[in-house]
Nanobody, 128 residues
Framework: QVQLVESGGGLVQPGVSLRLSCAAS????????VGWFRQAPGKEREEVGC????????YYADSVWGRFTISRDNAKRTTYLQMNSLKPEDTAVYYC?????????????????????WGRGTQVTVSS
């Protein structure tokens, strides 16, 4: 059974860091690019960033560039989203997703509709 399961969300104060994890099962993560998305109440799901399947390239939305970092450990079948200097506007449900191929993302992340597998999300709330 194919699954992506996010973890690590929670309630944090502005300025702190948080690391989300996304564990994959039922498919070989090595061949897939990974993406992170978020959805705030009343807003559309938006791209946070992505990481390629092969060349290690990453791409980030302007709103998180320099604060968030995506990484992956294929041996552990896990991808991570390191979030630093969190702001209240980062509050959202965060989702990970996987797309077959995506060997390089230097030119940008694959379109959201191309992602085949999705997790159920983890809530991140940034508030004082």
């Amino acid at each position: 059974q194919v699954q992506l399961v996010e973890s690590g969300g929670g309630l944090v104060q502005p300025g702190v860091s948080l690391r989300l994890s996304c564990a994959a099962s039922g498919f070989t993560l090595d061949y897939y690019g990974v993406g992170w998305f978020r959805q705030a109440p009343g807003k559309e799901r938006e791209e946070v960033g992505c990481m390629s399947s092969r060349d290690g390239s990453t791409y980030y939305a302007d709103s998180v560039w320099g604060r968030f970092t995506i990484s992956r450990d294929n041996a552990k079948r896990t991808t991570y989203l390191q979030m630093n200097s969190l702001k209240p506007e980062d509050t959202a449900v965060y989702y990970c997703a996987a797309v077959l191929g995506a060997e390089s993302v230097l030119g940008g992340c694959p379109p959201i509709f191309t992602y085949e597998y999705w997790g159920r999300g983890t809530q991140v709330t940034v508030s004082s």
